[in-house]
């Protein structure tokens, strides 16, 4: 089991940047593919990005393709994700999310584990 803890959130003016950090602890991070996801008020929780075990395979959604970049350092326990060009749109609660199977995927009911989330404002 591992547990997540976000934490880079803040309110930021468009066309800015931010990086959200997602340590890890308990079971090393490396053992899992690891996704970014949000939740803007009102709205189901959406797909942000996700990457493999060993950092190899990226999968972004449509929406922050070009803009959002996510990594991670298995040494380190931490996975994070750096958003530039920001938008009003990307306000949300974002989620750090761990999946066990060995599958690159946008699905919220693949992740076993959860982080608490950190809110993203941003405003024009």
């Known amino acids: 089991q591992v547990q997540l803890v976000e934490s880079g959130g803040e309110l930021v003016q468009a066309g800015g940047s931010l990086r959200l950090s997602c340590a890890a602890s308990g079971r090393t991070v490396s053992s899992y593919v690891m996704g970014w996801f949000r939740q803007a008020p009102g709205k189901k929780r959406e797909f942000v990005a996700a990457?493999?075990?060993?950092?190899?395979?990226?999968y972004y959604a449509d929406s922050v393709k070009g803009r959002f970049t996510i990594s991670r350092d298995n040494a380190k326990n931490t996975v994070d994700l750096r958003m530039n060009s920001l938008k009003p749109e990307d306000t949300a609660i974002y989620y750090c999310?761990?999946?066990?199977?060995?599958?690159?995927?946008?699905?919220?009911?693949?992740?076993?584990?959860w982080g608490q989330g950190t809110q993203v404002t941003v405003s024009s």
């Open positions: 999310a761990a999946n066990s199977r060995d599958i690159l995927s946008g699905i919220v009911n693949r992740y076993d584990y």
């Open positions: 990457i493999r075990r060993n950092g190899t395979t990226t």
